[in-house]
């Protein structure tokens, strides 16, 4: 099952995709440019059945000067979860928004803008979800946010 | 002049003491949560430990209430709001703060966004230990609260 | 005209609800999280894997810790390739179920007082006190178990558990008649919350609703059967799915897992095999260091779906650790719900979602 | 139609004769079972100072302070969330946990546990301890 959607995945976007790889049982991970997440996120959606989104998560890669977003989809008939990944550049750091292909991201990519600072292109509201209202600094949970020291008594 | 009639009335240590007695048993509590203690909120209000026998009684308009239990962790999104709701409470009004997040931020030493000890945002009478405490902690808060409220206003001496 | 509903409000808690109002029709729901953000993922990134333990758990310490615990526990388990052994398994499962009824019963209470059934309010609770009890005799502690650790869990059963565990699971099951007669076959129970805020299967797969939410739309997904971790595989149960998908499916729901929660327990009880807890000594003390790596661990907690991306960088401390809570992904389902609806049925739609918001901030 | 309604009505009706669930709290006590997680204990004879429970701690509430020469935990019970990870790691088993839950304080200062007040054992339980005795569908629960 795992390895005819990496065949489906690599047979459709031959040059897009930098990686692909099962990682166990029901884990397939798929690694593409940045330009071409949407199309392969629709594809995954449409053609797979990747309907259900799990997680939007940003992992900040500060030694490279990368950040990485990683969609969770899982799929409810085939019952696999696909890491679909891409990785932009952390000076720049936009990326056209999957909500139109997954609804359910809505509060995933917003709640990853606030605590990277990773624009998604076309998200409707972008605003503070968590963080209070006066937050002011850069996003908590990229690399060089500095949490506050041991208390001391 | 009203006001000092009722002041001198009040220097009566005989008439002050059915005050707090009365104060000190029909402490109502506002419903508010803050953090993770709430079901144990819900614990203690209901029919095993029923602190209404203690005239603590949940109630949801806090402007007929004098207790705030400020239950776990306060934000600093939430410490307005818990500023707020304290300064529209009548007085007199007691505050008791349940588990180690409420006394002093606990767990969340390191966190960005919580308030080290609700005591930087409202004065706080009594602190219940423990993450969450158990309904006889909460219990043993009430009764300490009501000892503290029974001397209100009478020297000792 | 805007109408602000919380944070101090019987019904919402932690929550506010900006809503559009025009007379008593509701045009616009929009959410104001975040009254109880702490930081959780960026706190796991400053200790080790073996402290995360119980900070994780805190994520939903109002009802279903051991589901949360389980979670990390299981991520961490994956990268490092720690084997737990079969008696802890069941243990873990025993444990989740425990507190599933536990978290149910809540919920149900929850439900009950929002309708104005304050008996049912006072049944419940009185009930998951019952279930409380067992659960302390297992780990110490009434809601903050920290039971499940990396490699096993911490303690066994103790003496005499099994026996009040089968007597209590048997007045409980005697005891959901009662909450049937009560609430679920009551004419005027369903007549508040049936037909309101109907969810379809299609928008709550669209939406990315989990749990029993999302099984009393109509579609079967429950990460039990799909993809059983620990033991799960070995019992006999079902998965109860609703028809509607309204108000009042989502309500009852809840009572009919906690009926196969009781179908589980009483295997689990009956199989539990005889060994150690954990898989060695040294496992569960010292702070294991997980290799370079990444690993996503799924595990369906009383509210639904817990997902655990974990992203190591071979050192004590994880080096990004993303918690996709059920919660959280169940908020898209407000606003898609309450758009013309009165205001009355606000509290309603709401409160049979079940969201924590301590689940949502994080 | 009309039994739906009456039906729920005559059930709560029965309820208000069966046993109260009520324990009594001061009067009477839950029995605290073996595992419970109270405040923690120090056993000074046995501790080495060896700093493992103030490393594992997640909350910070042990620290090491001279005391009579030795260096002993000091316990901030404001700050313990009663995980007893340091229970588990004590290599030398000083820790241990007890039953005691009722140490509320006026001031927060009072939280703190110099080694001395941290290696004395709990009060003794007041009340009457009971436990859930019968569980009966008919009548009700009973603790005794």
């Known amino acids: 099952m795992e390895d005819r959607v990496v065949e489906d995945v690599k047979a459709s976007f031959p040059d897009d995709v930098l990686e692909i790889d099962v990682q166990r049982r029901g884990r397939v991970s798929i690694s593409v ?54 990785r932009i550049p952390r000076d720049n750091p936009v990326l056209k928004s999957l909500v139109d292909v997954w609804e359910g ?40 946010f500095i949490l506050p020291k041991r208390p001391q008594e | 002049m009203l006001s ?7 220097n009566i240590k005989f008439l002050r003491r059915i005050l707090n007695w009365g104060r000190a048993w029909s402490l109502w509590s506002v419903h508010l949560e803050t953090g993770c203690c709430g079901p144990e909120d819900m614990g203690r209000a209901c029919a095993r430990f029923d602190t209404e026998r203690f005239g603590t009684l949940p109630f949801p308009t806090l402007r007929e209430c004098d207790l705030l239990f400020i239950t776990g962790l306060v934000t600093k999104k939430m410490a307005k709001r818990v500023r707020m709701i304290y300064d529209q409470m009548p007085d007199p009004k007691y505050v008791i703060a349940i588990g180690e997040c409420a006394a002093t931020g606990g767990f969340y030493w390191d966190s960005y966004s919580v308030v080290q000890g609700v005591d930087r945002v409202i004065p706080v009478d009594v602190y219940v230990p423990g993450c969450p405490p158990r309904p006889e902690a909460w219990i043993q808060g009430i ?11 009478i020297d000792e001496k | 005209m805007k109408l602000s509903m919380g944070p101090q409000h019987p019904v919402t808690s932690h929550f506010r609800f900006i809503l559009d109002v025009d007379g008593d029709a509701v045009l616009n729901f929009e959410w104001d999280v975040g009254y109880t953000h702490r930081g959780i993922e960026k706190m796991a990134e400053n200790r080790i894997y073996i402290q995360n333990i119980p900070v994780v758990e805190r994520i939903n310490s109002y009802c279903d810790a051991i589901g949360t ?24 499962v025993i444990a989740a179920e425990l507190n599933r009824i536990a978290s149910h019963l809540y919920a149900v209470s929850l439900v009950g007082i929002s309708a104005g059934f304050e008996t ?8 998951r006190e019952l279930i409380l009890d067992l659960l302390v005799k297992l780990s110490g502690q009434r809601i903050t178990y920290t039971y499940p650790t990396i490699g096993g869990v911490r303690w066994d059963m103790p003496d005499g558990f099994k026996e009040d565990a089968l007597k209590r699971l048997d007045y409980l099951e005697k005891r959901l008649e009662d909450y049937y007669k009560m609430m679920a076959w009551n004419r005027t129970f369903q007549m508040r919350f049936k037909n309101v805020g109907i969810l379809k299967p299609s928008d709550a797969v669209k939406l990315g609703i989990v749990g029993p939410n999302l099984r009393a739309s109509g579609v079967k997904a429950d990460v039990r059967k799909d993809e059983p971790y620990e033991v799960y595989d070995r019992f006999d149960f079902e998965v109860p799915t609703g028809k ?38 040294k496992g569960s003390k010292i702070p294991p260091t997980a290799p370079r790596g990444e690993a996503y661990s799924r595990v369906e907690s009383a509210r639904g779906e817990f997902g655990y991306y974990l992203v190591s960088d071979g050192k004590s401390k994880p080096y990004r650790l993303k918690i996709s809570t059920p919660s959280f992904r169940n908020l898209p389902a407000l606003p898609h719900l309450c758009r013309n609806v009165p205001l009355g049925d606000i509290p309603v739609i709401f409160i049979t979602f079940d969201y924590i918001p301590l689940d949502v901030d994080r | 139609m009309v039994l739906s309604i009456l039906r729920p009505f005559f059930l709560g009706l029965y309820h208000v ?17 073996e595992r419970h997680r109270g405040r923690v204990m120090l056993n000074m004879d046995r501790c080495i100072g060896c700093n493992s429970c103030v490393n594992i701690c997640p909350n910070k509430a042990l620290t090491l302070v001279e005391f009579n020469g030795r260096k002993l935990p000091q316990y901030n019970a404001g700050r313990c969330c009663f995980c007893v990870l340091c229970v588990d790691i004590c290599p030398v088993l000083a820790l241990s946990m007890t039953h005691e839950v009722e140490y509320s304080v006026y001031k927060k200062e009072d939280h703190i546990y110099p080694p001395d007040r941290f290696s004395q054992p709990p009060e003794p339980i007041k009340g009457k301890i009971v436990t859930v005795k019968t569980l009966d569908k008919k009548f009700g629960v009973k603790h005794g």
């Open chain 2, 143 to 153: 009764k300490m609260l009501q000892e503290k409220i029974k001397k209100e206003g």
């Open chain 1, 105 to 144: 991201a809505l509060y995933h990519e917003r709640e990853t803008w606030e605590m990277f600072g990773i624009k998604f292109e076309g998200h409707p509201n972008l605003s503070l979800l968590l963080l209070p209202e006066d937050w002011e600094g850069i996003p908590p949970l990229r690399k060089d």
């Open chain 3, 244 to 281: 509607n998908g309204d108000s009042f499916d989502r309500a009852s729901m809840r009572l009919k897992e906690i009926e196969q929660s009781i179908v589980i327990l009483r295997q689990a009880l009956k199989d539990i095999p005889k060994g150690p807890i954990k898989g060695s000594p």
């Open chain 4, 17 to 33: 004769f069966k046993r109260t669930f009520t324990v009594k709290h001061p009067y009477e006590t839950l029995k605290p079972p």
């Open chain 1, 33 to 86: 440019k940045r330009d071409r997440i949407y199309d392969v996120g629709l594809f995954l959606r449409d053609k797979l059945g990747f309907d259900h989104i799990a997680s939007v998560s940003g992992v900040d890669y500060i030694d490279k000067k990368e950040f990485e977003v990683v969609y969770h989809a899982w799929s409810i008939d085939k019952k696999i979860l696909a890491a679909l990944r891409t």
């Open chain 2, 4 to 10: 000092k009639v009722r002041e001198r009335l009040m």
């Open chain 3, 69 to 92: 615990t389980l979670g990390y526990v299981e991520v961490v388990e994956e990268l490092t390739g720690i084997e737990i052994p079969e008696r802890a398994k069941y243990l873990r």
């Open chain 3, 120 to 127: 049912m309010l006072m049944w419940t609770i009185n009930d």
